[in-house]
């Protein structure tokens, strides 16, 4: 059979095991091991030996510590009141910008999403605080909500990003590139979140109060107070990678440390929280860290039956030119976000999707960050969209509801996709900077 009808097949049974309920990790490795046998004809033992030296090779990767690492500190500090420190130290900084306090979403996801690498979790953290004190000043509800699950999917692109960790050790790049590459498109985003609402507050005053508020000295000392811990994790974090002081890895033992450290200052740091933090980023680690193991079994499968390959020239062969090409990704990342999240759609894309994109000449750091925006949008397309559940647990309101108000953000990013497609030094810029062309 030819590679595309190789290609088709695998498609039907990713269809039938995730159709039928199987959990993401035991799926691809279902599907990998079907495609070697049913269509390589390839012998059991054979299989088995791939099995055991891939699982052993992608398991045993020092970059894979960070990921634990980074869910471990994002899940303490929702545990603590240093995210909700961080709403009543930007509340005074913000209250005076056309759309006042809506801001605060916008801005305490950013900072948030510099410590958790987690979008659910910076919508739960960020949200839970915000979304009831909007309502009670009067914002608009729709407006409010709506930027929550838009500003929410910072957390897959500003870093630390678990998903750009996955990408990296998938793609086999610099998970520090990919860090630096994710930093200006994710304030770029920021910028045009809080654009879209100052634009709409003053056409339409009524979605927000009028602010008359004078800030003294001391509040604003206060405010800085507030927001010292994040700032100082932020830094630790993000500084220790850019200047080659500590990897990744280290780099979120450092940032972890500093949570604790700071907790306990605050005579936060109780055995209950470091006992349910550490479960649920135990819970959460153990299901990335298994789908990236199954992601390289399929990876591995594909190359067997030369799918990446014969797509990439077939792809090639319609002429399609970059732009083409990056336009029928996009709409494929934006379907696939209909029915996956984000880390399943890159660790069952990417094998197929990478070949295609090397043979185009595309940069694979930069596209590593097109494919987190394009991959943001699943976060907010129902039926699952997982901001949309996250904010749905909180607030009550209808996925429905959410998924309107959160059309004006979703289009946001499509236009943050197609900036850093007509101008991709707006990704490279920064690693090509800190660490050389």
């Not at 440390?257 to 109780?270: E, W, Y």
Request: proline letters at 4%; one cysteine or more; a neutral charge.
């Amino acid at each position: 059979m030819e590679a595309t009808t190789h290609a088709f097949v695998v498609l039907l049974f990713i269809v039938f095991f995730l159709g039928v309920g199987v959990w993401i990790f035991a799926g691809l490795v279902l599907v990998s091991f079907c495609s070697l046998y049913f269509i390589a004809d390839m012998p059991v033992m054979k299989i088995g030996y791939i099995v055991k030296g891939i699982f052993w090779q992608s398991s045993s990767s020092w970059e894979l510590a960070c990921i634990p690492l980074f869910l471990w500190m994002g899940e303490f500090i929702l545990k603590t009141d240093i995210s909700e420190r961080l709403f009543n130290g930007l509340r005074p900084l913000l209250a005076w910008i056309p759309g006042g306090l809506i801001h605060t979403n916008v801005m305490g996801c950013t900072l948030f999403a510099a410590i958790s690498g987690s979008s659910a979790a910076t919508v739960a953290t960020v949200g839970k605080i915000t979304v009831g004190k909007l309502a009670e000043d009067g914002y608009d509800d729709r407006l409010s909500i709506g930027s929550i699950a838009g500003a929410g999917t910072l957390g897959l692109l500003i870093p630390p990003s678990i998903i750009m960790i996955v990408y990296g050790l998938l793609a086999e790049v610099s998970i520090a590139r990919l860090f630096a590459a994710g930093l200006v498109p994710g304030l770029m985003v920021a910028l045009l979140y809080s654009l879209y609402i100052a634009i709409s507050c003053i056409a339409r005053p009524e979605l927000g109060p009028k602010q008359k508020i004078k800030i003294s000295a001391s509040e604003y000392r206060r405010s800085f107070i507030n927001l010292f811990p994040v700032l100082l994790m932020i830094t630790i974090v993000l500084g220790g990678i850019y200047s080659g002081v500590a990897t990744p890895s280290e780099a979120a033992a450092l940032g972890l440390a500093a949570a604790f450290v700071i907790a306990a200052v605050q005579r936060q740091l109780t055995w209950q929280i470091f006992r349910d933090s550490l479960m649920a980023s135990l819970r959460t680690s153990c299901m990335v860290i298994s789908i990236v193991v199954a992601a390289s079994f399929m990876s591995t499968a594909m190359a067997y039956l030369y799918v990446p390959q014969e797509l990439a020239k077939a792809i090639a062969g319609l002429g399609l030119g970059t732009l083409g090409l990056l336009l029928v990704l996009f709409v494929f990342y934006a379907v696939l976000g209909c029915f996956l999240e984000g880390i399943s759609i890159v660790v069952m894309s990417l094998p197929i999707v990478l070949p295609m994109v090397v043979a185009a000449g595309l940069d694979v750091i930069w596209f590593g960050v097109f494919v987190v925006i394009t991959v943001e949008l699943a976060q907010v397309t129902p039926p699952v969209g997982i901001n949309l559940f996250v904010l749905q647990g909180f607030t009550g309101r209808s996925i429905g509801t959410i998924a309107v108000a959160a059309i004006p953000f979703f289009l946001l990013l499509c236009v943050a996709a197609v900036l850093i497609s007509i101008w991709p030094q707006i990704v490279l810029w920064l690693p090509n900077l800190l660490y050389g062309a």
